[in-house]
């Protein structure tokens, strides 16, 4: 077990590395690429996608997903600028607790249907991501508020999304604070533990007393509320509001979590990883146009670097499992 | 082992859920109405008759891109206002997602209630074409706003403004905010929106000519009408090209993005940014000197002027030849130019002392 006290695991290491290629290559073509600025705005980018990463972690660990995350935080996004239209001066606290409260919810909904009803996570999810989708655009055509503008919002709203703190981003602030929590939850903490045993076998994780359908709630209930968080942000970050918010953001969560290196079957992973894929994703999306890559290609380059770093984790783990096997082997043969 | 089984059956089941829509999709967005071969020619009017009066009584339907799009729900409001002044019923119906196919099935429906004019505004100018062809033939007024399909599809077409108008009032507005002189970009949509690569290359014409021979374009970045990327595309224009003077965003997702990271980056007031964007996107920016001038044509006054043209073609006023002439209650008249194109006139400019005027 000494190799899970190490703070990055090899896989880890991989994706720094790859990062570090990538940031080393850009910034040798345009120097103002690592830069302050450069490096705030890179940070303040994949905060938003950490968050909703780490989230998604939690849930993958369990063999459970969640596709609904768009929608979700496209709701609490819509939330927030709900709130300021009916109140110009809300507190941004009230706003925060608003947006985590109605993320929790909309987990808790998916985590019921998932874990007392049985059915698998990714149908109940497919089914909230349109759920909760429609009950966005519903909101939005009752309430006759299409869009919400940065006019709209209250200033202290805007300069939190926006705001620094020492020079490191809010945004990232919160998002490192939360990493560290989860991280200290997986890696510690027993209930953090059973996560992982209910991810591997879920069938002999009950054997073990695990209380494997509260877990599973209590992470889409935590999940969610990480999600409404994320909502928050993006509104307080982006400054214009619509129904549309995060539509197709489950795809950039779930690439970020496969290229941090979670098993998308459960069981092995950690929040860093996926935290470091969602860096190293937001980092491609940044670096590919000062590396003058044509914009209709942006995306083909996008998607081979997902598969990329899908094989080489193959390969890595094909390699892995075979010298465990051998030694094993050598040990009882 | 039972967990796996069924995760393997439930993407089965989703998988074949989602082949059985695409395949019903297919069907609707290729369904073949005869009318398609009926050709163009059998519309109901053969001649204008400008002094007849405007029929009392009709039905007259708008059919938007996509019911959910601020944009379009404005430009739907002033066509509906058009309508109800003139003391006709007007109603805004239309799909969730800016897809041809379920508009089809919208105008079908519409064709079916016996209205007295369709106004669409296109999401693909061929695989709307039978459908609205179908309408004519059953002597329904078809206008299309915003975004064309296929002219024999339709009678009149509602053009929001000029294409090379529009090219060149953000050439001139960039050139009065950077001083004539110095680099420039453009951060747009999509790189095969249509519109938009119509634009950029009017912007290009305008930019070649001798007035603005100081200026000089030198990336056009795609944002993909995202707040992420076009935040990202942003700030790859301004860290890539350190005297970047200025940045013309013709799109509204893009100008607003693009503002909101300038407005909280050390390069706010320092690059000149301007484009199409709505007042009431952009008034926060404006307001904090992020941005100074802007473009766009009122939608509403779009869909005032396509009320306008339905309850005319309808009443047999006018039938869509070039040379007729369109009364358009506030807004004045219009001569129907060129393949039946109305256009509204000149985009409007904001600026700090305007844009509390307008609210859309």
């Known amino acids: ?333 | 082992m039972t967990n796996t089984g069924s995760t393997r059956r439930a993407v089965l089941t989703t998988a074949g859920i989602a082949v059985s829509a695409v395949l019903l999709a297919g069907c609707a967005g290729t369904t073949k109405h005869s009318a398609s071969s009926d050709g163009a020619a059998s519309g109901p009017v053969t001649s204008a008759n400008p002094n007849a009066p405007t029929k009392q009584g009709l039905k007259i339907s708008f059919v938007p891109k996509e019911i959910d799009n601020p944009y379009e729900n404005t430009v739907d409001r002033g066509g509906i206002d058009a309508v109800t002044g003139l003391r006709e019923t007007g109603k805004e119906v239309g799909p969730s997602d800016a897809s041809a196919s379920s508009q089809v099935s919208y105008i079908t429906t519409l064709v079916q209630q016996r209205q007295d004019a369709i106004v669409v505004a296109a999401n693909d100018p061929n695989a709307v074409a039978p459908a609205l062809k179908d309408a004519r033939a059953k002597g329904i007024a078809v206008v299309t706003y915003d975004s064309d399909a296929a002219p024999e599809a339709r009678q009149v077409f509602v053009n929001q403004a000029d294409s090379q108008e529009v090219g060149r009032t953000q050439i001139r507005l960039i050139s009065e905010q950077i001083g004539g002189t110095g680099k420039i970009a453009i951060l747009s949509a999509t790189p095969n929106a249509t519109n938009q690569n119509t634009w950029i290359g009017f912007m290009k014409d305008e930019l070649a000519t001798p007035r603005y021979k100081g200026i000089e374009l030198v990336r056009v970045a795609y944002g993909d009408d995202d707040d992420q990327k076009s935040f990202q595309q942003t700030q790859a224009l301004l860290q890539s090209i350190p005297d970047l003077k200025g940045i013309v965003a013709p799109t509204t997702v893009g100008i607003a993005a693009a503002a909101r990271y300038l407005s909280s980056s050390p390069y706010k007031g320092r690059v000149a940014l301007t484009g199409l964007g709505t007042p009431d996107q952009m008034r926060q920016f404006v307001k904090d000197g992020t941005v100074v001038r802007f473009a766009l044509w009122d939608p509403s006054q779009l869909g005032y002027l396509a009320g306008y043209a339905a309850c005319a073609l309808a009443s047999g006023q006018i039938t869509g030849k070039q040379g007729e002439v369109l009364k358009a209650g506030k807004l004045g008249t219009r001569t129907i130019g060129n393949h039946g194109e109305i256009i509204l006139g000149p985009p409007t400019t904001f600026d700090a002392s305007t844009i509390d005027n307008y609210h859309f």
């Open chain 1, 1 to 333: 077990m000494t190799w899970r006290r190490r703070p990055l695991s090899g896989r880890e290491l991989g994706i720094v590395f790859a990062l570090l290629v990538l940031v080393a290559v850009t910034t040798a073509v345009n120097p103002a690429f690592l830069g302050a600025q450069g490096l705030h705005d890179l940070f303040l980018n994949a905060s938003i996608l950490t968050l909703l990463a780490v989230g998604q972690t939690l849930l993958v660990i369990t063999r459970n997903i969640d596709l609904s995350v768009g929608s979700t935080m496209g709701l609490t996004a819509f939330l927030s600028g709900q709130i300021y239209v009916a109140d110009h001066d809300t507190p941004v606290i009230a706003v925060l607790v608003a947006g985590i409260a109605m993320g929790a919810v909309c987990g808790a909904v998916n985590g019921a249907l998932v874990a007392a009803a049985k059915v698998p996570a990714l149908v109940v999810t497919l089914g909230t991501l349109y759920v909760f989708r429609g009950l966005d655009y519903g909101w939005a055509s009752l309430t006759g508020t299409r869009q919400v503008n940065a006019d709209q919002m209250s200033g202290q709203f805007l300069a939190f999304g926006s705001g620094s703190v020492l020079g490191v981003p809010r945004l990232t602030l919160i998002a490192i604070v939360v990493l560290v929590a989860v991280n200290y939850v997986l890696r510690t903490m027993r209930s953090g533990r059973e996560l992982y045993a209910i991810g591997s076998n879920p069938h002999a994780a009950r054997l073990a007393g695990i209380p494997a359908g509260k877990r599973i709630l209590a992470v889409f209930v935590v999940s969610g509320a990480l999600v409404g968080l994320a909502g928050v942000l993006h509104a307080a970050y982006f400054g214009t509001i619509n129904a549309s918010v995060g539509s197709g953001e489950e795809l950039a969560v779930v690439a970020a979590v496969v290229v941090g290196g979670v098993a998308i079957f459960g069981g092995s992973g950690t929040a860093m990883g996926a935290a470091l894929g969602a860096l190293l994703l937001t980092t491609i999306t940044g670096a590919l146009p000062i590396l003058g890559v044509p914009a209709l290609w942006q995306r083909a380059v996008d998607g081979a670097a997902l598969l990329l770093s899908i094989s080489l984790d193959r390969a890595v783990m094909a390699r892995l499992a075979s010298r465990l096997r051998r030694e094993r082997n050598a040990r009882h043969g």
